[in-house]
């Protein structure tokens, strides 16, 4: 492994890509996709776990949270911190192919980070209608946004809990179609159930400045349905679970879509 190497643009760009993937807590040396990652860069993962710490630095998301990072970013280090967050639409999908190349995934394989596993690669089935006529630019980007929103929420449902990864979705909480600017930012998105994205997505939930459910009368004219009841009745009231190093979802875009919720 190399060791006193000078990091370069990027490698930085795909440090950064693992970072946001990861919480504060999980960037240490013993963290499999850190040591996965590591391995592919010929790095030390004690040096990578340190970059990305170094990052933690630079993040007003873990100010927030009254988490500091360590101190030693460089001046490279916040050039491209800034570069990465002032235009996520380019810098994301061209850091999700960096990361894809580093790992030998072929265009019909899936990388997926997650915290206890580090890194899969897997073969994924052939892409339908709807994925084909994206660009290969849309779908890096898809494919990061939801590995990060899913690892923020500690991979569970921000409301249930549910923690099966297939029955997950990373939610916009602005809409893709109307905020490009902020499509892959990962305070803009919820990890939900299915049904509970559905329902997010309708209006029929959403979430106070403290992060806690609200109902709209829609849904609960349902009642008595126990799927109502179970589903939603059973969290009204309870805030979003996420680990406690965890980006917390922008309140100010939770406003934007609880304008619309009261409308309905």
């Known amino acids: 492994m190399a060791t006193g190497k000078?990091?370069?643009?990027?490698?930085?760009?795909?440090?950064?890509?693992?970072?946001?993937?990861l919480t504060f807590g999980q960037m240490h040396a013993r963290q499999p996709a850190i040591m996965a990652l590591a391995g592919r860069m010929r790095r030390g993962a004690n040096s990578l776990a340190m970059k990305l710490c170094n990052f933690a630095s630079l993040d007003p998301a873990l100010k927030m949270r009254g988490i500091r990072g360590l101190t030693g970013a460089s001046?490279?280090?916040?050039?491209?911190w800034a570069e990465f967050?002032?235009?996520?639409?380019?810098?994301?999908?061209?850091?999700?192919?960096?990361?894809?190349?580093?790992?030998?995934?072929?265009?019909?394989?899936?990388?997926?980070?997650?915290?206890?596993?580090?890194?899969?690669?897997?073969?994924?089935?052939?892409p339908g209608p709807t994925e084909m006529r994206a660009t290969v630019k849309?779908?890096?980007?898809?494919?990061?946004?939801?590995?990060?929103?899913?690892n923020n929420f500690g991979g569970q449902c921000g409301v249930t809990g549910l923690a099966v990864r297939e029955l997950l979705i990373a939610s916009h909480i602005l809409p893709w179609g109307k905020f490009e600017a902020e499509r892959l930012n990962v305070r803009n998105g919820l990890c939900l159930s299915r049904l509970h994205d559905a329902?997010?997505?309708?209006?029929?939930?959403?979430?106070?400045?403290?992060?806690?459910?609200l109902l709209s009368p829609r849904l609960k004219e349902a009642l008595p349905q126990r799927a109502v009841a179970?589903?939603?009745?059973?969290?009204?009231?309870?805030?979003?679970?996420l680990p406690s190093d965890a980006a917390l979802p922008e309140t100010k875009f939770l406003a934007v879509h609880r304008r619309k919720f009261y409308e309905k």
């Open 6 to 21: 000078r990091w370069t643009r990027d490698e930085l760009l795909i440090a950064l890509n693992l970072y946001h993937k």
């Open 75 to 80: 001046a490279l280090d916040k050039t491209v």
């Open 85 to 126: 967050h002032e235009n996520l639409a380019q810098a994301v999908p061209a850091s999700e192919e960096a990361f894809r190349r580093l790992f030998n995934a072929g265009e019909n394989s899936e990388v997926e980070v997650t915290p206890r596993e580090g890194v899969r690669v897997r073969s994924r089935p052939p």
């Open 138 to 150: 849309v779908r890096r980007g898809q494919e990061y946004f939801r590995q990060a929103v899913l």
């Open 199 to 213: 329902a997010f997505d309708n209006w029929l939930i959403s979430f106070d400045d403290d992060l806690r459910l």
């Open 230 to 241: 179970d589903n939603f009745v059973a969290y009204e009231g309870e805030p979003l679970h």
